[in-house]
């Protein structure tokens, strides 16, 4: 689905000023922050938004991620919902997000609806990972497993397939149509023995965050909670310390070294992909704090 260019501007904008808002808020908390993923991609090759991206995505080191929920709650909460697996019914996520109030963005492809959702920039938690190869890919796979076991145990029919950087490849309508099937099949059975989001939630945190007290593990810094884990593993001296980066001709924080952790998701992040790997969230619904619905 494609946006009118004038709302995705107005919506990329509105992002902006949330992301701003972060930005204050964690300097003033001294809290860690970094752009990631197609923000990140967007701050380098475009100067600001990759044009057709419709959403914000950063990182935050585990310890600083949980101190920004503690405080956020209260210190944002003027103008922000800090949605979470804890403590917004409905939400699934294993990761936050900084939902704006008096906004309402709904994905055409939403199969949740149970919560109020607002456009939002995404909050990533960045985990020390073990130095041991074995085990840190076995801690990934666990920490993924988990994280999808939380969508499962609200809804029967989650969102498959789809990137906004066009780097990784669709899944084959054969696939799609599997896990479809066997998406609803695990859905009916946490159901029936009440195995509920927190729970899964909780064996996520004993991988995800295995290594985070760990001072001998410090070589690597994983996301084990977005889209592809497997291309998440970075060297923690790439992420690690944060440095200013440009985007929309404002400063920001990233990675210590940005091209090292992007050809580390993306290979190569320069290149542009094909028009018909072009994703975003696909919004068909916006309501703006200053207007009525916007329908895309």
């Not at 149970?114 to 085990?135: C, M, Q, S, W």
Request: hydrophobic residues 35%.
């Amino acid at each position: 689905m494609d946006y009118d260019q004038k709302v995705l501007r107005k919506l990329q904008l509105t992002q902006l000023e949330i992301l701003k808002d972060i930005d204050v808020f964690c300097k003033k908390n001294k809290i860690t922050y970094m752009l990631a993923y197609g923000t990140l991609i967007g701050a380098v090759r475009h100067g600001g938004f990759i044009p057709w991206d419709d959403d914000i995505d950063i990182h935050m080191p585990r310890a600083d991620y949980q101190k920004f929920l503690k405080l956020a709650k209260e210190g944002m909460k003027e103008k922000y919902d800090i949605l979470n697996i804890y403590e917004t019914p409905g939400y699934i996520s294993p990761f936050l997000k900084v939902s704006r109030k008096g906004t309402e963005f709904v994905e055409a492809t939403n199969s949740n609806p149970r919560y109020h959702h607002g456009i939002f920039v995404d909050v990533f938690p960045l985990d020390y990972a073990a130095n041991d190869e074995k085990t840190r890919n076995r801690n990934r796979k666990l920490a993924w497993f988990w994280a999808k076991v939380c969508i499962l145990c609200e809804i029967s029919d989650p969102i498959i397939g789809g990137n906004v950087t066009g780097n990784e490849p669709n899944m084959s309508k054969v696939r799609k149509t599997i896990a479809k099937y066997g998406c609803k099949f695990a859905h009916g059975i946490l159901r029936l023995i009440r195995f509920d989001k927190v729970k899964a939630y909780r064996k996520h945190l004993r991988y995800a965050a295995m290594f985070d007290r760990r001072k001998d593990q410090r070589k690597y810094l994983a996301d084990f909670c977005g889209s592809v884990p497997h291309k998440t593993n970075f060297l923690a001296s790439d992420m690690l310390p944060a440095k200013p980066v440009s985007f929309e001709g404002y400063e920001f924080m990233g990675p210590n070294h940005t091209d090292g952790v992007l050809k580390t998701t993306y290979g190569d992040y320069m290149k542009l992909p094909p028009e018909d790997k072009r994703h975003n969230h696909m919004a068909k619904k916006l309501v703006f704090a200053d207007e009525n619905n916007t329908l895309v």
